[in-house]
């Protein structure tokens, strides 16, 4: 069954990808959107079954891949609990979005390719999750950013569109550099990279140490470290995250499945998976909620400014992400699974419920040029209200539970790093409910933007791209209470078993569910609810203000406008020196020296060469001959030297 | 009086048949006249189908015969059947051809008889003396065979040309012989083998015979730098005879070469190793970057059988039993890849005339798709490519060198077939890509697409059994090696 | 013992010189000459080592024919040898530094001369028990039977190759067909014609 859920989307991949011309696109749609349906049906039946039941599956060895010497690698699919929700996460929102992208990509030229590449992903994401060593993963996690790279792409003609997916492509590169370095420390501390093994190891490779540069390291730490850096840059944490905005070039149903729901999110998975490490590495752990919490905050301060409606939800993404992690820095992995899930669901909604709102508009993202479309799309508006109500926390809704509860243990860590973690998260939640109803009220209220001709074609979507967004809906209102019981709550020693390992004296979880102080789990709810009310202020009651405040915090408000300025920082110190060397390099190195000496040097060598042979070849027989006598002479000369000497 | 009982001839066997049946043939075509050329060509096509039976049927055991003279050992039978398969091919696809150069005489298929006889003399050489008259009866009718086409300067002067340089070489063969004969008291190599054994290295006097005998036999594997002939002589000569030199010839030199130096000389791999290396590096070298200037198609062959014979010594060098079987599979794998290319070059006709620059070759694959094909399937296995026949005999001789520990020469080797890839793969540019040239003329012959189709399906489909080569090749080299 | 001495050094000698005359004289037909003498010095130098048989075929063989023929050749061809000789003074620095090289090595070779073991492939028989022609002829038919053979066959491919090469059935050359000459019968030869007396023919 594991098997069907994993390798259906690469079939249909395949197919649609290799015969699309053949079967049309209506059949690439058909065989893409078919196999992810049935991949989402077994996805939950098998989550069902491993995580509500209990029922312990072993992990599947397919077959071995790498066999040199002590390094063994399998493909193995590893079915604990981790992996199914992972699993059913991906697969039921990559179903919903593969029928949505029926509809929102009714217009392209080249559907095929697109359904192809959305499979194709899911295939990787699923071989990331179900992983069961290092190696298997790090295929998963280069593949995912394969796709994201190629569906970023997609419009390939837009130049704007190549920037960002290079950019994504190379920045990514940055984070998976230090997830290789990461996984050869593994190899080099345990000799092993399977899972169980490295496991098994680590509680006795807690207090080894590394020599680096003349000072003893904790090798576990810089392990950690060096894991953790490939996890920033693929989940778009401080400061590797300027890919995931430029990101949203690709097409909306891409948003969605890629830098809302999934990708994004393997990091997280990631620090889990990998928790039986983390917890014995505790500097490491801070790093990471320092990361993740920094990150919260800023992308909220960034998103309140941003005017583009995807770029909004993608700094929301980006800031949410943020919760994650510092939920897992402070071994509420648990907490992060449970936000990652829900947020999975009310951030895809998110994200096709803007993608709806873009294709009414006829592609318009700008919301400064949007507003009054309630009463056009009323479906579409009904759905993100849904969803900022999800990312907001307010009660009923899914976040509230997940969100609260990441809150909860960053207080109850009891830790320097759990307290900074705890206030920027209240401040960003407060910022995060703002910029929802910001976005909600430029978009939907007010008096329409737009020109006369758009608001004339505005129209609701059709079916087959609402059905996704009411599935999404219902997991975005009832995920959260669904699931508090066994992801964090008291069911969920039986719910995780083996699959997370929390040290009983880091059980964050634990401690939040006694004895906190009454307005922790109170605060969040109010900062929201705060945040909703300026966000009516500024936008809905007195329209005015914004511009005032930001005329007056000019400053500020350029600061955050362009994103604390971390791109230009970047290209100064990075992409421009990168480029002027490798300009020298091109110019320099390449062109003169290697292929001086190389390729052009050698074939130009060559044809010489060949003109002086065929020089030799004069016609003349007393030549040959003297050719042959002067080799005998050569040949007998030389055993006579050898002889003599 | 003492009374000498008749040796023993059953070893022999399949030469005393080519040799009876080339004399046979001899009167049978004195009689009918010049009409008889055909027939002629097709009964000694018949005549090496059936001294290959013999050969495979007088298989068994190591056999010395006529006086110790003459042995057929598995060495043998393999390198014999390569032999008759080259004649064979080259006596069919000379038939029709001879008959468009109107030099369709009966004496051709003769003197491919007689020569293949010669051959086969070599192959089975125990002797210094079998040794050096089999290499001059061969030697003899491929001079002859070279200047058939008398009436062009070309191909007379080719036959010159090879007769000149071949007596030289022939010269410094016989007079190794005698060095060798002179310091070791014997001919024989059973005997050379027993009276040489024993010390660390070879004494100079010895060693010195071998390099002359070296230089001969180099010469007829045309090693540089013994190789100035090859093209001129392939140019020149009519192009089946080219095809015949191409394979026959060069393989009974390299089974000549094989025994030679490892039976007689065995012992002292590591003093003869030097030339072997020397020449074989040369060859591999020149045969490479020499064949990039040239744009006559049959010198371009020429200077690539320099490399091919080049690759073939890396083996010798290694002198280890797997060496000679990795030469053993390069041989075979090259009879086919070579005779499939002349195939092609024997169809290179047009409006009656020959021609045989390669920029003729310009879009032959929109013109004969099949032709274009096959000759890019050769030119692929030639280069080495993975998975055709070629890359496998490439593998074995450079696996052996690895494991004599030859790092140097296989380095080279790889090197240079690199670079030899430079040349046979933009022959296939030029069918594929170019823009095409008028087509050849047509029909092309029931034979000649039957020998196309037999050496392309070979060199193509090598890798499902390579097997059959491999253990027959195994089998024969083991046969050098006694104990 | 000091007259077969004396003779060896006197055939030798006289056997070297001519043959350096022989590739050193201008005149062709003199250089035949001098290679007629040396095989008579060669021929002498096996009548001392008891090969009569070999002395006598070599003087019928090579001086009888061989030396015969070329000569025919060299006075037919009216090569102009001299022209051929242009470029030999270019060469001959470098040439005759590689022979001088390779001159001094197998001196220095058989300086080194040990007869391997002992050992005899075929001690030559003791004149006095059996002749000399017989003696060749045991082994020759015998140990060598296989090489005597192969030699007949070098020989008859030597024999196609020159009719091969050379031999033309030129158009235009009247032949006398004997076969035809003998088969002719009366009637075709010869017609009787009556001719009326007065007429004419």
Same mark, same amino acid.
């Not at chain 1, 009414?360 to 309630?374: C, F, I, T, V, Y």
């Not at chain 1, 044809?607 to 003297?626: C, D, E, K, N, P």
């Not at chain 3, 290679?35 to 080592?49: D, T």
């Given at each position: ?111 095929? *390719? ?43 003609? *837009? ?13 990514? *590169? ?62 778009a944490?401080?400061?590797?995250h300027?890919?995931l905005p430029?990101?949203m070039?690709?097409?909306t149903?891409?948003s969605a499945?890629?830098h809302a729901a ?30 993740g919490a920094t990150t919260a905050l800023f992308a909220a301060t960034v998103g309140v400014t941003q005017t583009d409606i995807k770029r909004v939800i993608a700094y929301s993404t980006c800031s949410q992400l943020g919760y994650m992690?510092f939920a ?10 449970f936000h990652?899930?829900t947020h999975a669901f009310f951030k895809a909604l998110l994200f096709l419920g803007s993608g709806s709102v873009i294709h009414a508009m006829s592609g318009e993202q700008d919301m400064r040029k949007m507003g009054g479309l309630w009463r056009l799309i009323p479906i579409t508006y009904g759905l993100m209200w849904i969803g900022s109500l999800a990312l907001a926390g307010i009660p009923i809704f899914a976040g509230y539970y997940s969100k609260d509860m990441i809150l909860e243990?960053a207080w ?9 973690a705890f206030w920027l998260g209240i401040f960003a939640a407060f910022l995060t409910a703002f910029y929802s109803w910001r976005l909600l009220f430029l978009t939907f209220h007010g008096e329409p933007r737009a020109d006369h001709?758009t608001m004339h074609h505005v129209h609701e979507s059709?079916?087959?791209m609402l059905?996704?967004l009411y599935?999404l809906a219902f997991g975005a209102v009832f995920a959260g209470m669904?699931?508090y ?22 059980? @964050? ?8 102080p009454f307005f922790v789990p109170l605060l969040p709810f109010v900062v929201a609810i705060a945040g909703i009310a300026v966000a009516y202020l500024c936008y809905m009651a007195r329209p005015g203000l914004p511009a005032e405040i930001a005329g007056r915090f000019r400053g500020l408000y350029q600061f955050l406008l362009n994103k604390w ?10 992409? *421009? ?25 050698? @074939? ?42 | ?43 000694? &096509? ?37 032999? +008759? ?8 696809? $000379? ?34 003396? $079998? ?138 791999? &590591? ?14 070298? +020149? ?25 073939? +010594? ?81 593998? %074995? ?9 030859? %790092? ?13 890839? %430079?040349? %046979?793969?933009?022959?296939?540019? +030029? ?47 083991? $046969?050098?090696?006694?104990? | ?201």
């Amino acid at each position: 069954m594991a098997v069907i859920v994993v390798f259906a989307p690469l079939i249909a991949a395949a197919i649609a990808g290799f015969f699309g011309r053949l079967i049309g696109d209506r059949g690439a749609q058909l065989v893409t959107c078919g196999a992810m349906i049935l991949s989402a049906v077994l996805a939950v039946i098998l989550f069902v079954d491993v995580a509500i039941l209990g029922n312990d599956r072993p992990t599947l060895s397919l077959f071995t891949w790498i066999d040199a010497g002590d390094l063994v690698v399998d493909w193995a699919l590893r079915l604990d609990t981790l992996s199914v929700v992972m699993m059913a996460t991906v697969s039921v929102c990559s179903a919903a979005i593969h029928v949505y992208s029926v509809g929102y990509m009714s217009h392209d030229p080249s559907i095929p *390719r697109f359904q192809s590449y959305l499979s194709f992903f899911t295939f990787f994401m699923l071989m990331l999750v179900t992983s069961d060593n290092f190696v298997q993963l790090f295929f998963g996690w280069e593949g995912v950013g394969l796709c994201s790279y190629l569906l970023i792409g997609f419009w390939y003609d *837009r130049p704007s569109a190549n920037a960002a997916s290079i950019k994504a492509f190379i920045v990514n *590169r940055v984070g998976d550099f230090g997830f290789a370095l990461g996984i050869f420390a593994v190899y080099m501390m345990f000799g092993s990279l399977q899972f169980d093994a490295v496991f098994n190891e680590a509680p006795n490779a807690a207090k080894e140490t590394l020599e680096f540069l003349g000072i003893e390291w904790d090798a576990l730490t810089i392990a950690c470290i060096l894991l953790f850096i490939g996890a920033m840059g693929k989940s778009a944490q401080l400061p590797l995250h300027t890919w995931l905005p430029d990101a949203m070039e690709g097409p909306t149903p891409v948003s969605a499945l890629i830098h809302a729901a999934t990708m994004v999110t393997a990091g997280v998975f990631m620090v889990c998976r990998l928790s039986p490490i983390f917890e014995y590495a505790p500097d490491a752990l801070a790093v990471v909620v320092l990361v993740g919490a920094t990150t919260a905050l800023f992308a909220a301060t960034v998103g309140v400014t941003q005017t583009d409606i995807k770029r909004v939800i993608a700094y929301s993404t980006c800031s949410q992400l943020g919760y994650m992690f510092f939920a897992a820095g402070v071994s509420a992995y648990g907490a992060a699974m449970f936000h990652l899930m829900t947020h999975a669901f009310f951030k895809a909604l998110l994200f096709l419920g803007s993608g709806s709102v873009i294709h009414a508009m006829s592609g318009e993202q700008d919301m400064r040029k949007m507003g009054g479309l309630w009463r056009l799309i009323p479906i579409t508006y009904g759905l993100m209200w849904i969803g900022s109500l999800a990312l907001a926390g307010i009660p009923i809704f899914a976040g509230y539970y997940s969100k609260d509860m990441i809150l909860e243990s960053a207080w109850a860590a009891h830790s320097g790093v759990g307290q900074y973690a705890f206030w920027l998260g209240i401040f960003a939640a407060f910022l995060t409910a703002f910029y929802s109803w910001r976005l909600l009220f430029l978009t939907f209220h007010g008096e329409p933007r737009a020109d006369h001709e758009t608001m004339h074609h505005v129209h609701e979507s059709p079916k087959v791209m609402l059905i996704p967004l009411y599935v999404l809906a219902f997991g975005a209102v009832f995920a959260g209470m669904a699931g508090y019981h066994y992801f964090v709550g008291e069911g969920r020693a039986e719910f995780w078993r083996q699959s997370l390992l929390v040290l009983p004296e880091n059980d @964050a979880i634990e401690h939040a569910h006694h004895g906190l102080p009454f307005f922790v789990p109170l605060l969040p709810f109010v900062v929201a609810i705060a945040g909703i009310a300026v966000a009516y202020l500024c936008y809905m009651a007195r329209p005015g203000l914004p511009a005032e405040i930001a005329g007056r915090f000019r400053g500020l408000y350029q600061f955050l406008l362009n994103k604390w300025y971390f791109d230009e920082l970047y290209d100064r110190i990075f992409v *421009r020196s990168a480029f002027r060397l490798g300009y020298g390099f091109w110019k320099g190195g390449d062109g003169a020296i290697i292929d001086g000496l190389g390729p052009d040097g050698l @074939a130009a060598a060559t044809v010489g060469a060949a003109r002086r042979a065929s020089r030799l070849q004069t016609g003349y027989i007393y030549h040959y001959a003297f050719a042959i006598v002067v080799g005998v002479v050569v040949f007998v000369t030389w055993y006579l030297l050898r002889s003599a000497g | 009086m003492p009374s000498f009982p008749l040796p023993p001839l059953s070893p022999a066997l399949p030469e005393i048949f080519l040799a009876a049946a080339s004399m046979a043939l001899l009167l049978f075509g004195v009689f009918r006249g010049e009409r008889a050329a055909r027939e002629a060509s097709w009964l000694a &096509a018949l005549a090496l189908v059936v001294a290959v039976v013999l050969v495979l049927g007088g298989g068994g055991p190591r056999q010395l015969a006529l006086y110790g003279m003459f042995v057929t050992d598995a060495f043998a039978v393999f390198m014999k059947v390569l032999v +008759l398969l080259g004649g064979i091919f080259a006596i069919v696809m $000379s038939i029709r051809w001879n008959e468009q150069a109107r030099i369709a005489r009966f004496e051709f298929p003769v003197l491919v008889l007689l020569a293949t006889t010669g051959m086969m003399m070599m192959v089975s050489a125990a002797d210094l003396i $079998s040794l050096y008259i089999g290499l001059e009866l061969q030697s003899l009718s491929l001079y002859v065979l070279a200047g058939f086409k008398r009436d062009t300067v070309r191909s007379a002067e080719a036959g010159l040309k090879y007769f000149v340089l071949g007596a030289l070489a022939s010269g410094m063969m016989l007079y190794g012989c005698s060095m060798v004969y002179g310091f070791a008291g014997a001919t024989d190599f059973a005997t050379l083998a027993a009276t040489l054994s024993g010390g660390e290295t070879l004494a100079i006097g010895p060693l010195v015979g071998i390099v002359f005998v070296v230089v001969g036999l180099a010469f007829k594997v045309s090693a540089v730098p013994f190789h100035m002939w090859t093209p001129d002589v392939y140019e020149g000569a009519p192009t089946p005879v080219t095809a015949f030199f191409s394979v026959a010839p060069k393989v009974a030199a390299i089974a000549l070469f094989l025994r030679v130096m490892i039976e007689p000389f065995g012992g002292y791999v &590591a003093d003869w190793r030097q030339v072997i290396w020397l020449i074989s590096v040369a060859s591999m070298v +020149l045969g490479s970057v020499a064949a990039i200037n040239q744009s006559n198609f049959k010198r371009l062959m020429a200077y690539s059988s320099i490399g091919h014979i080049g690759y073939a +010594l890396i083996g010798l060098a290694a002198g280890s039993k797997e060496g000679v079987e990795s030469v053993l599979i390069y041989m075979a794998i090259y009879v086919f890849m070579n005779v499939g290319t002349f195939a092609v070059i024997l169809l290179m006709r047009r409006n009656g005339e020959d021609v045989e620059a390669i920029d003729d070759l310009q879009g032959l694959a929109q013109t004969h798709p099949a032709l274009a094909l096959s000759l890019a399937i050769f030119m692929f296995a030639m280069a080495g490519i993975p998975p055709l026949s070629g890359f496998f005999g490439k593998l %074995y001789v450079f696996m052996a060198a690895i494991n004599a520990e030859l %790092y140097v020469l296989a380095v080279i080797g790889v090197v240079t077939s690199v670079v030899g890839a %430079y040349y %046979y793969i933009r022959i296939v540019k +030029l069918m594929y890509f170019d823009a095409p040239k008028p087509a050849f003329d047509r029909p092309f012959g029931a034979e000649m697409s039957a020998v196309l189709a037999v050496t392309a399906v070979v060199t193509l489909f090598f890798f499902i059994a390579p097997s059959v080569v491999v253990d027959s090749a195994a089998a024969a080299a083991a $046969s050098l090696f006694p104990g | 013992m000091i007259v077969q001495a004396l003779a060896f050094y006197a055939f030798s000698a006289v056997a070297i010189a001519s043959a350096v005359m022989v590739i050193s004289s201008r005149n062709p037909v003199h250089s035949v000459f001098y290679l007629i003498l040396a095989f008579f010095n060669a021929a002498g130098l096996f009548v001392l080592l008891g090969a009569e048989f070999l002395a006598m075929i070599l003087v019928v063989v090579y001086v009888g024919a061989v030396a015969v023929l070329f000569l025919f050749v060299v006075m037919m061809l009216d090569v102009n040898f001299v022209e051929l000789r242009q470029g030999f003074l270019q060469y001959l620095p470098i040439g005759a530094t590689v022979g001088a090289i390779l001159l001094v090595e197998l001196v220095f070779i058989f300086s080194a001369w040990a007869f391997g073991g002992g050992t005899l492939a075929a001690p030559a028989p003791d004149p006095t028990e059996i002749a000399n022609t017989h003696a060749l002829g045991n082994l020759l038919y015998t140990r060598y039977v296989f090489a005597f053979q192969a030699a007949g066959l070098v020989l008859l491919v030597a024999m196609i190759g020159a009719i091969v090469l050379t031999l033309r059935q030129r158009v235009g050359v009247r032949r006398q067909k004997i076969a035809r000459q003998v088969s002719r019968a009366r009637a075709e030869a010869v017609e009787v014609v009556k001719v009326p007396t007065g007429q004419g023919v």
